[in-house]
């Protein structure tokens, strides 16, 4: 195996790891979220509407650390600054 | 399949300028929203018991009631700003959808002039309602020692709000292709309508976060 070779494998492995990691963190923190706007709803129906807004904006807040990592694993993929071409 | 994840590639050259595809895009949809928005104050105006006319005031009425749910008070200018951040990002989002158009917010370029924009405009608007020293002086509260903090936070939401937006469109752009090139015609459907939502969604955040950054900037005692 060329370093080349090397390099690509370690690159593809590690946004493998990158994605599974990035991934469960915010699976977790977004249930969490999911699960106390369903609580508060559950309590309050007639705050649905800013609770759902809330809801939305924390969702995507939290996903984004999942989007972090999803581009650092494309950058790993797709624009490897240490692979030749 | 061709994946393009990063870097534009060069259309043609204008003298000295590059015309990369992200740039036609972006103008055209830019062009097709002031289209709409001169027939719009042309219906408001002239017929205002027109479709074109209820649909503006639908649109303008939605967007001052969310900026006043957070600010906690109407605020034209900042309704204005937030207004045509959604309105742009969500129809560059939208003409994704579109076969052989890649969308403008695809692009890091792009979302980081956004969030530059938003950048600049939190001390325009904070100097602009509380003075220059009015507004310096939060970046010295509650403690002194906090300005380092108020520092990284200042920047690191810039940089978390394009890499948002860029990452969400980008991979939805990205899922849809790789399907198209493995599965075939109908399978990537489910996929392209979650990306509508993730489209509309991220527009929504990007607009809603913006007027929570500058509400925050510019008075203290809303709760923001």
Redesign the interface.
Do not use: E, K, P
């Given at each position: 195996m060329t370093d080349q070779t090397v390099i690509q494998m370690a690159s593809i492995i590690a946004a493998g790891i990158t994605m599974a990691f990035g991934a469960v963190g915010a699976a977790i923190g977004e249930s969490k979220i999911a699960a106390a706007a369903m609580d508060a709803l559950a309590r309050q129906p007639d705050e649905s509407a800013s609770i759902t807004r809330t809801l939305f904006v924390s969702l995507a807040m939290v996903e984004s650390t999942a989007i972090f990592c999803l581009v650092i694993a494309l950058i790993l993929i797709f624009a490897n600054p240490f692979t030749a071409g | 399949m061709n994946?393009r994840?990063?870097?534009d590639p060069r259309l043609f050259e204008i003298g000295p300028v590059p015309i990369t595809e992200t740039m036609l895009s972006s103008l055209a949809v830019s062009a097709l929203l002031v289209f709409f928005a001169l027939w719009m104050r042309w219906a408001v105006a002239n017929r205002p018991d027109s479709l074109m006319a209820t649909l503006a005031r639908i649109i303008v009425q939605r967007i001052d009631q969310s900026v006043q749910?957070i600010l906690g008070k109407s605020n034209p200018a900042v309704a204005g700003m937030a207004g045509s951040l959604f309105l742009f990002i969500a129809a560059c989002n939208i003409s994704g959808q579109l076969p052989g158009v890649h969308p403008a917010t695809a692009s890091l370029a792009t979302t980081s002039a956004l969030a530059i924009v938003v950048f600049l405009t939190v001390p325009l608007a904070g100097v602009r309602a509380r003075g220059v020293g009015g507004y310096l002086k939060h970046y010295f509260s509650p403690n002194p020692l906090l300005f380092p903090l108020h520092m990284v936070s200042e920047i690191s939401r810039t940089v978390?709000l394009a890499?948002?937006l860029?990452?969400?469109v980008?991979?939805g752009h990205?899922v849809v292709g790789l399907l198209v090139a493995l599965a075939g015609v109908l399978v990537p459907m489910p996929f392209m309508a979650l990306d509508l939502l993730i489209g509309m969604?991220?527009a929504?955040?990007f607009a809603?976060?913006s007027t929570l950054f500058i509400g925050a900037a510019i008075g203290p005692e809303e709760n923001a």
């Open positions: - | 994946v994840v990063f870097g749910d978390a890499m948002r860029f990452g969400n980008m991979s990205l969604l991220q929504y955040i809603i976060l």
